[in-house]
């Protein structure tokens, strides 16, 4: 039933900056946690920050205070404000949704948005 729609994804020169949206359809978006993972050909999919229904957020490491994730409940939302974006951080972006009271791992799945930082 839960449907998550990426965008915002695109070319920018490094140093550059993006803002990826992500729109929850279908569900109770309050009881569910929101994250971005990214992906890159040959490498594991790996998280990049998520924010709990209340408003707290976590970060890796290698984001190093440069991504902001954030959720609006009336646009049932949730961002990731991507700046001083280096060649690195190249890779498709997904949002991803769980749910924190199943009893089972629930978790669904955008479908992707690419993020290219190249000069």
């Known amino acids: 039933q839960v449907q998550l729609v990426e965008s915002g994804g695109g070319l920018v020169q490094p140093g550059g900056s993006l803002r990826l949206s992500c729109v929850f359809y279908g569900g109770i978006f309050s009881i569910y946690a929101m994250g971005w993972y990214r992906q890159v050909p040959g490498k594991q999919r790996e998280l990049v920050a998520v924010v709990s229904p209340g408003g707290g957020a976590t970060y890796e490491d290698y984001v190093k205070g440069r991504f902001t994730i954030s959720r609006d409940h009336a646009e049932r939302t949730v961002y990731l404000q991507m700046n001083n974006l280096e060649p690195q951080d190249t890779a498709l972006y997904y949002c991803?949704?769980?749910?924190?009271?199943?009893?089972?791992?629930?978790?669904?799945w955008g479908q992707g948005t690419q993020v290219t930082v190249s000069s």
């Open positions: 991803n949704a769980r749910n924190v009271r199943a009893p089972y791992e629930s978790d669904y």
